[in-house]
């Protein structure tokens, strides 16, 4: 009953846009840090953006930094990612985690 599943990725054009979300259930996402993580084919899993639980603050790799935007609803225990401009480099399984959850993981591929 833990349990996070992401959705809202798919194919897009370098320069769209796409919302992920992280749906949170089996506990409260507002008692933890809660983050984006991804990952492309023969690299490592990278984070991508996060919210930090000291100060609610919001940390944004360098590579995502004015493009993306991370925001957390607590009425709806939802983690959402805007990505806008996106890039083929952004291609990856996007993945979100908290309190040492996974999500399944979703598939994000800019391509023309």
């Known amino acids: 009953q833990v349990q996070l599943v992401e959705s809202g990725g798919g194919l897009v054009q370098p320069g769209g846009s796409l919302r992920l979300s992280c749906a949170a259930s089996?506990?409260?996402?507002?008692?933890?840090?809660i983050g984006w993580f991804r990952q492309a084919p023969g690299k490592e899993r990278e984070g991508v953006s996060c919210?930090?639980?000291?100060?609610?603050?919001?940390y944004y790799a360098d590579s995502v930094k004015g493009r993306f935007t991370i925001s957390r609803d607590n009425a709806t225990n939802t983690l959402y990612l805007q990505m806008n401009s996106l890039k083929p480099e952004d291609t990856g399984v996007y993945l979100c985690?908290?309190?040492?959850?996974w999500g399944q993981g979703i598939q994000v591929t800019v391509s023309s």
């Open positions: 919210i930090r639980s000291i100060d609610g603050s919001r």
């Open positions: 089996g506990f409260t996402l507002d008692d933890y840090a």
């Open positions: 985690n908290t309190n040492d959850v």
